[in-house]
Structures are given as structure tokens and as C-alpha cells.
């Protein structure tokens, strides 16, 4: 009798410590399970709110370009920004007499005002490279009263000096006269009005477009189509009516 009972308790051992092992592998599964859930939950939050902060900038974007039909969309500033390595300088030797150029060939202005008829209204400096690529550049001309920018074909007649930045065919350039006149050799100019102090210029150069922004109201003043098939160069002009600089800025 004692014994079967004996025998009894050793059979109940058994499923006793098989159960508790059941349950323990059950609890660690359910808590793996758990601390999945929690790290998927946290990650989708996160996914989520960045999510949420693409759209609210997309949606910005989308209602400032419909807003103002001239602002440049983030899509167009990343490709402007893609091509800008800010190496674009200005040529040191193929400039007009009257203007001078900083040694890092990042600024060039007027040396001296010449009053009266003989004073060359747009002394000129070539950038020091060819364009032959898709190219962005920044210009700052601040509150300069009268400054050419853009692309030129015309480089013979920038080292003879005596080069106007309006020969049509030969020049695609933005340019203020009187502190109130923006005007472009080719075209309409997006919105008059606007007084420009930081310029960008950017050249597609396999679809043949120049491209010139405000960088301060982030929107666009002119684009034409320019002739790549022969040489072209940035090309610079301070005006000649005041001695403030024009300066190749980096991107913001
Ligand atoms: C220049 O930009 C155009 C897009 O407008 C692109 O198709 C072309 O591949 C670019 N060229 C280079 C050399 O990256």
C-alpha cells in the first residue's frame, strides 16, 4: 500500500516538472514575442513621424511653388546643388584693365569709377574655365547699382577688352543698370520687379538651358537656351558705377 502510493507521487513528479517546463519556455516565447511587438511598434512610430515630417515638408514645398509660380521646389534646388562644387572662379588674366581680381579668384571689381563718355559701362572678367558639364554658381552682388552675369561665347572680345556683355547669339546674361533695370540678353525676365543680392546660375549643359535664381526669395529670374556647341565661359561684369564687388559665394 505505502509503496504504491510511493510509486504514485514518483508518476505525479514527472508530468509535474514537464509542465513547469512547458510553462517556462512558454513565458520566455510570449516575452520574445512581446519585446518584438514593442521594438516593431516603436520603429513604426518612428517610420511614422518621419513620415509625417517628409509630407509636411512636401506639402510646403508643393504650396509655396503654387503660391508663387516662379519658387524653385526642393526637387530642382537638390539637382541645381548636385553640380555646385564651388570651383568656379574668375580668370585672373583674361579681364578688362579696369577691373581687379582678388588672388583666389573669388571677387573682381571696378579699380577705379571713370566718369564720362570714354568709361567702358560693362568692363568684363572671364571665368577661368571652360563650361563643358553641367555647372551651379553663386553670385553675390549685394546692393551693387549695375552688374552683368551669366554665360559668354564672346571670349575674343573679353580679352580684346572691349566686350558688352549683349551680343545676341554670343551672350546669355542677367544684368542691373541704374540700381533699377533687370534685363536678360535673351528673353523676359521672370519678374522685374525683383532686386536680386545673391544669384544662382546654373547650366544644363546637355539640354542646353541657363538657369538664373534668387537666392534670398528662392525663385527663378530667367532661363534661356544657350548655344553649347562651341566654347562658353561664366563671364562677370561690376558695372562701372560703383567699386562694390561681385563675389562667388558658396551654397548656403
Ligand atoms: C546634367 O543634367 C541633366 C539633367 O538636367 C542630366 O540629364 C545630365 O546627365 C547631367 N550631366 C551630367 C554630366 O551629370
Redesign the pocket.
Known sequence: MEDSMKNNEQHNNCPKKDEKNIWMTATIILLTLLLVFFIFIIWLLIKFRKEKAKFKRDNEDLRLSLSAENYVSNKELI?MNK?SDYTVTISHEEHHEELTVTDDGKQVKLIKINPGPEATKWPCALGSKQLA??YTWNVEVGEKGSWALGVTRNEETVKEKKYTPNSKGLDWVLSLSKGKTLEASSGEIMDASQRPRKIRVYL????SMLYFTDIETRSHLHKCNVDTTKPLYPVFSPGSSDKGPLIIIPND
Open positions: 539637382k553640380y558639364r553641367n544644363d549643359f546637355k539640354k
